[in-house]
């Protein structure tokens, strides 16, 4: 029941009292109190109901904006769809990659061994090694198309994952002191992969890291 409902069936109980007469004054005053504090009551209960009912309206407006922010994001098709397929494109470069240099350094090794003794067998036998090896060459392009795509997905769900944290207002946690440690043994033992642009390895530390000995090499994995 409301509480404004609740304060007017109030009221009318005090008036109904009031007007059988009662000749008790401090009765009386029992009910002109009575009467105050309902009227309080119903101000304060009138109040409250606007507050919460704002509240909720806030509370409803966000919950509705977060399902049409996840909706944006698409979780199904990235988790069902676009990561899948970015797997599967990368485990078919790394198989075309294999492919291709086992081909090439195959007939390179074959032309190494080859009896030049007889030149024109000589000659159509690394002619024929060599188209292998151009064959397998092409190989890039595909691996290309294929590293394209699974850009072209990282890019997407990068920024989807980006507009809804931002709409959401989301910060990023601090790293923990593990994730710390692991990133600073990564720099210090270059194992972040080839840099981009960016300061390569010295020869000056390549020449003092190949002058290290044994056990100043093993402290380095301690």
């Known amino acids: 029941?409301?509480?404004?409902?609740?304060?007017?069936?109030?009221?009318?109980?005090?008036?109904?009292?009031?007007?059988?007469?009662?000749?008790?004054?401090?009765?009386m005053e029992v009910l002109r109190l009575a009467q105050q504090l309902t009227d309080t009551m119903q101000m304060f209960f009138?109040?409250?109901?606007?507050?919460?009912?704002?509240?909720?309206?806030?509370?409803?407006?966000?919950?509705a904006r977060t399902r049409d922010?996840?909706?944006q994001l698409r979780p199904n098709d990235i988790k069902e769809q676009r990561i899948p397929v970015a797997g599967a494109e990368l485990e078919a470069v790394v198989g075309d990659t294999e492919k291709a240099t086992e081909t090439i350094m195959s007939q390179a090794e074959a032309v190494m061994m080859m009896d030049?003794?007889?030149?024109?067998?000589?000659?159509?036998?690394?002619d024929e090694a060599m188209t292998k090896i151009i064959e397998a060459c092409a190989f890039q392009d595909l691996a290309g198309q294929r590293v394209s795509k699974v850009v072209s997905s990282l890019k997407h769900i990068e920024e989807r994952v980006g507009r809804f944290a931002a709409t959401m207002g989301v910060l990023d946690a601090d790293a923990t002191e593990a994730?710390?440690?692991?990133?600073?043994?990564?720099?210090?033992?270059?194992?972040?992969?080839?840099?981009?642009?960016?300061?390569?390895?010295?020869q000056d530390d390549v020449d003092a890291l190949l002058g290290m000995d044994q056990d100043a090499i093993d402290a380095l994995f301690d």
Not at 14 to 25: G, R
Not at 46 to 59: K, P
Not at 180 to 202: D, M, Q, S, V, W
């Open 69 to 71: 922010e996840i909706a």
């Open 1 to 27: 029941m409301p509480a404004a409902e609740v304060a007017a069936r109030v009221r009318e109980s005090l008036q109904s009292v009031k007007a059988a007469d009662l000749k008790d004054a401090q009765l």
């Open 179 to 202: 994730e710390r440690e692991e990133a600073e043994r990564r720099n210090k033992l270059h194992l972040n992969g080839p840099a981009l642009g960016g300061p390569e390895t010295g």
């Open 46 to 63: 009138g109040s409250l109901d606007r507050s919460i009912h704002t509240e909720f309206n806030a509370i409803a407006a966000y919950i």
């Open 116 to 126: 030049a003794s007889d030149p024109a067998a000589y000659k159509d036998a690394v």
